[in-house]
T-cell receptor, first 114, second 113 residues
């Protein structure tokens, strides 16, 4: 069975400081892992994905995530936060075969202070 | 060009009514989904269709009936609407061979009064 846990319901950072959004997963299969971002009153946009290639994945807008199998983690980071990064972030796990069944984490709300 | 589109964007209706939400994707994907996002932003998959066939049907009341007339469309019909159906509904699509990456529509905010 798959599950995903986002360890923080909300994270607050100052503009220009690093961002860390934490995600742990469990999966019976070799998982595909994703981070999506949702800005207020908008749909979801893919930030980055891991599908069993390089363990350090670079995404859009300067975000990256590292797949650590031994820790079953896929934390999202960014060296320097921007005001426009304020949004809801979702960690997602998907079966590698077919990708039909996806499980979303509960989300982490990122606040960025000026 | 919009990749995944949904209509309407907002839907306000009375309890007991029947309503439909339409979804279309122009990405040539073979799989489409419906998700429900509640007021706490939690996203839960409701249905998944692959090549017009139902693949996933989570524990959704049978008042909800998805219909896929072709691979590019997945509509959601809801009978006898209840207050608890108020939420944002997202349609998404993906291609099986792409490793599960999904493309989302802008959402339909359903409010049941």
């Amino acid at each position: 069975a798959q599950s995903v846990t986002q360890l923080d319901s909300h994270v607050s950072v100052s503009e220009g400081t690093p961002v860390l959004l934490r995600c742990n997963y469990s999966s019976s299969y070799s998982p595909s892992l994703f981070w999506y971002v949702q800005h207020p009153n908008k749909g979801l946009q893919l930030l980055l994905k891991y599908t069993s290639a390089a363990t350090l994945v670079k995404g859009i807008n300067g975000f990256e995530a590292e797949f650590k199998k031994s820790e079953t983690s896929f934390h999202l980071t960014k060296p320097s936060a921007h005001m426009s990064d304020a949004a809801e972030y979702f960690c997602v796990v998907s079966e590698s075969t077919g990708g039909f069944k996806t499980i979303f984490g509960a989300g982490t709300r990122l606040f960025v202070k000026a | 060009d919009t990749a995944v589109s949904q209509t309407p964007k907002y839907l306000v209706t009375q309890m007991g009514n029947d309503k439909s939400i339409k979804c279309e994707q122009n990405l040539g994907h073979d799989t489409m989904y419906w998700y429900k996002q509640d007021s706490k932003k939690f996203l839960k998959i409701m249905f998944s269709y692959n090549n017009k066939e139902l693949i996933i049907n989570e524990t959704v009341p049978n008042r909800f009936s998805p219909k896929s007339p072709d691979k590019a469309h997945l509509n959601l019909h809801i009978n006898s609407l209840e207050l608890g159906d108020s939420a944002v509904y997202f349609c998404a699509s993906s291609q099986v061979t792409s490793g599960g990456e999904q493309f989302f529509g802008p959402g339909t905010r359903l409010t049941v009064l």
